[in-house]
């Protein structure tokens, strides 16, 4: 006998699809607002679609096999390699910019740690074929605008934003950091504060035996972590700050610069990013990212072949319910019917048909017993499944040509003309 | 450099992605008239939810590997498994009858044949803890429901049911059929016409030296199978029939009848159901079955060890979508956007913006050029993008707190006051 699914795997019960739908109803709305449309691809692709070009980590953490037709296959653990194959397929006929979304569920095997879930869903939102500040920020108006329509507001949520090419600049001009050490200074920023020990290995390995360097860079470095407002300020001063400060204006033309901050120990994932990068965080940090992203402008290149920058982001189902559920956000569970009907005796059920298919086709969501049961029982079942009214039809009833609408609530009930009942009127 | 998707598996471009969409709103709508809730499980499930207690058939064609942890595991080729492990977890605390759906994409490695797919999504509604015939009428009706919403009537398709018990009992009374013979004689019945070679081996192994028995089952099946009115209507006259009966009326009281045909070659799996079966044809039959179900009164307790009786049905995307395309029925894809604003000059951008916002938090969908471009070249992504209309913003139209509204099929354009144009109000 079969109890669990599989660990880091989710059963979604139907309290559970509902938060599962409310986030993804949001999500779609949001979209078709900035005019994106919905794609989509197959959860299992070829293998070397994530082994050439995907992050180290994630190809460790692939779910990977070999299909009975011999294909090394894996379960999809993000989605942009996907949207690189199908846009490179149709590069030419797709009008550029591309706007496009899509919610795929992902796959990672993690080892489990504590509730760590090893699927869960992402909204992925890509502007593709314009390199300018212009798709930046209107990729990171569509995130807010998701908080926002969550009912989060810039005391719940902020989107913290970086541009790595400020910090390349600053850490050649003024701390003599390589080409080559670029990476390793900047992959011990982002472990800042987290792992202090870890950090230090990163700059020691990076820099060498160079400890003059190495305290100058850990001094830069800490200002950042601490969030220096006279540092920041003078790297938005650069020009290498210029698409950032274009971000900022336009996200403040939109109204929405109070969600925004500038935060240089925003990093992500090195191998991938290559200008603005960005993270959502609740106000606390209490929680993960709810989501993150920035410009990739060499990845289509390096997976099909065609020359398109692009910016976008994903945001998972599980930090961000998380967050609603927190604070109250999640919309309740709507009535599963608007009427329950119910008939008294065995020659009013052929009526009762025919009334519940006629509210069905207006659009009004009605249920009945399945079984004949006492009027008495079929109210119980009416109450458990949270039905507003019970429409009572016997008899006496079809004689008059009226129902009797019963509020479950309050308990008060009153004949209503059958006419009005079956246009979905109940009072 | 990666083109393609796996064999077997579809990419969803946005146009197909649109008629996915429609077809799954459809299918929720429909769920929720009847006050069917919705859920899911995983896609990965351990190997031993399928190798117990499904058809053979199933089994053989699984995804299935072994994952990093060492467990066994599957992608689900079927969701019933899933749904009588959730069910069994919480039999108790569910409110019976059970009224549950969810939509989710199944996956069988069948060896390739021009066009089969691998992957399908598939509409599962199921009433479970409920014995009796309205539950299987209720499910039925929903599926004809489902081909109404879709547009489609009783001309274009039909619903063909069957009691397998009927059959039963009457190869064994009149016949002489016995009960170890009964699935090779049923299992005949399912190729007949199709396949007359396999039904012919299937009749021989079934009956064995009995040339006797042979010619009279052979004789009643041919009968069955060409649909003699005669024949249905005695059988549709015996005890046994009143399930099947019992439906017809409900389905007549709701005004559904002239969608419904008995028809007594439904057999379906065999491994599987236990009493009434049914299948949604196409009224020609030039397709396969849009949708099968029926009652599996056992399965929830071989597999979670709770007796529960169920009747549920499963229906695809792919035949259904070939039907809706072939007979027109597809959703037009709605237009991207309701809006596409235009800014004159760079002063013009901050208004745009603003404008856009403005826009959008109403809900309305708005896009804009995402870099500078002469109005000529705006007006041609607004026309590429489907547009209705465009909204010039300039320097006059500022001043006057105005906006130029163009309708991009007429070409007309006029002014309207921008408090208007803020409330999404275009004329």
């Given amino acids: 006998m079969q109890g669990q699914a599989l660990p880091g795997f989710r059963d979604f019960y139907p ?13 779609r709305d949001v979209a078709r607002r900035y005019g994106f449309q919905e794609y989509d691809g197959p959860p299992l692709e070829p293998l070397e679609l994530y082994t050439d070009k995907s992050g180290e980590e994630i190809v460790q953490q692939l779910y990977t096999f070999q299909d009975k037709g011999e294909r090394e296959v894996a379960l999809r653990p993000e989605m942009t390699p996907t949207l690189a194959r199908m846009v490179g397929a149709r590069a030419q006929a797709l009008k550029k910019p591309i706007r496009w979304f899509s919610i795929p569920q ?30 930046d920020a209107e990729i990171m108006a569509a995130v807010i605008d998701i908080a926002r329509a969550c009912g989060l507001t810039s005391t ?23 080409d080559g050490e670029m990476l390793g200074v ?19 390995r990076a820099l060498g035996d160079s400890p003059e360097r190495r305290g ?5 470095l800490g200002l950042l972590a601490k969030e220096d407002s006279a540092t920041v300020e003078r790297l938005l001063g650069a020009p290498a700050a210029e698409p950032l400060r274009e971000c900022r204006t336009r996200l403040d033309a939109m109204g929405l610069g109070d969600f925004v901050t500038v935060d240089f120990r925003i990093v992500r994932g090195l191998a991938y990013y290559t200008g603005i990068v960005f993270e959502l965080f609740d106000a606390q940090r209490s929680l993960r990212a709810i989501c993150g992203g920035g410009r990739y402008d060499t990845l289509i290149q390096e ?3 065609v020359d398109l920058p692009c910016v976008g982001f994903g945001m998972g189902d599980v930090v961000l319910g998380e967050l609603l559920k927190e604070r109250g956000k999640h919309a309740e569970a709507p009535s599963r019917v608007d009427a329950f009907l119910i008939a008294v005796g065995a020659e009013d059920v052929a009526p009762v048909l025919k009334l519940a298919h006629e509210l069905r086709d207006r659009g009004v969501a009605v249920e009945y017993a399945l079984r004949d049961a006492p009027i008495r029982k079929q109210l119980e079942l009416a109450v458990a499944r949270g039905a507003p009214r019970a429409v009572i039809v016997g008899p006496d009833e079809r004689k008059a040509k009226v129902a009797v609408v019963r ?5 008060r009930q009153r004949k209503v003309a059958l006419t009005q009942v079956r246009k979905g009127v109940f009072k």
């Fill in 303 to 305: 997976i099909a072949g």
């Fill in 106 to 135: 992902l796959f990672r095997y993690e080892r489990q740690q504590r509730g760590r879930l090893r699927e869960h869903f992402q909204l992925n939102m890509d502007v593709i074929g314009e390199a300018g500040p212009a798709a």
């Fill in 15 to 27: 309290e559970e699809l509902a938060l599962r739908n409310h986030i993804f109803t949001t999500w």
């Fill in 186 to 204: 900047l992959s011990a920023l982002d472990k800042w504060g987290d792992e202090p020990a870890l950090t230090e290995r990163r700059l020691q």
């Fill in 216 to 220: 100058s860079v850990t001094a830069f």
């Fill in 407 to 411: 509020d479950l609530k309050s308990g």
């Fill in 156 to 178: 719940d949520v902020r989107l913290r934003v970086s541009d790595r090419r400020i910090l390349v600049n600053e850490l050649k001009d003024r701390h003599a950091v390589a």
